[in-house]
């Protein structure tokens, strides 16, 4: 499966970026629903191309509406072919609803300023680690056009710029604080069934941006390190957990449920979100709470194949 937000994130630097059904039919359905649900994803206008499945020359012809309301294509070699109109349903990315998102996530109150419709968003101040900012949303920064949007831009010493596509290109010695793209610190909770915005990691960002002068290559092994620092946490406990209850089911106890992604960041002082960061780092973890799912699995449970 797909993971529509690194989907997105390929598909967001483009102009027009239509994702259509044959697309979609990979990608994990559930951050695709929390996509949607926040508003990130919505539905626009259908597919006038559709590909042909009746043939197996994979061609793509016009849709043909019939005036019941159904849908067609003609192939040469089957004929009419009809089209079931879910597969014509196409997907875009709604920068306005990201906007709006992205403000509430950062504890804005106000909506922002937008500066240039659907391409420009400005907050004036922005509090983020006990410091103030004025925060830049910006998408088509990277297209023909996108100089024009410099003057719109209100870069100020103190501004952090974000953009919707790739990473800002910034004339250099721009007098900034952090130019990053907003896909960088998106991540799916899949307990919380909910999109995040990793706001921590992006605090840590602006803060060695600043004070190591623009530096990222300094960044990624501290960074780095931490994750192995912190997944070996996490999975210390959950061994330390299916461990004790293995002893406890040999001893005739009751089976103990596996403890939430919740709680083991609790006993590891971890804020939730790292959780999931770590998951991705290291498989192993997702299988240890699996493991401790199921009373079989801690029956048999050899500690030393996770360490
Ligand atoms: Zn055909």
Known sequence: MDNPIEALHSHAPLPDHIIGQTELQYWDTSTQAALVRVGFLAETHNATYATCFECHSDHSEPVIERSDGSFALWCPDAGTVDIPSTALRQWTLNQ??????????????????????????????????????????????????????????????????????????????????????????????????????????????????????????????????????????????????????????????????????????????LNRDRITRCKQHDPRITQLFEIAADPDQVRSFNPKLYQ
């Open 96 to 269: 306005r609803t990201c906007a709006h998102w992205l403000g509430e996530q950062l504890g804005m109150t106000t909506a922002p300023d937008e500066c240039v419709p659907g391409r420009v968003f400005h907050w004036s101040r922005c509090i983020l680690g006990g410091a103030r900012y004025s925060i830049t949303l910006v998408r088509g920064l990277e297209w023909p056009d996108g100089a024009t949007l410099l003057p719109e831009l209100n870069l100020t010493p103190r501004c952090i710029v974000l953009s919707l596509g790739t990473r800002p290109a910034l004339p250099d010695k721009t007098p900034i604080v952090y130019a990053g793209t907003i896909w960088n610190y998106l991540d799916y909770d899949e307990e919380e069934e909910k999109l995040l915005f990793e706001i921590d990691y992006f605090i840590e960002d602006i803060g060695s941006n600043n004070s190591a002068q623009k530096k990222p290559a300094k960044k990624a092994p501290r960074k780095k390190a931490q994750l192995i620092d912190e997944s070996a946490q996490i999975k210390n406990e959950l061994i330390k957990h299916i461990c004790s209850v293995q002893h406890a089911l040999r001893d005739k106890h009751d089976f103990i449920p596996a403890p939430s992604q919740s709680s083991i960041a609790k006993l590891c002082g």
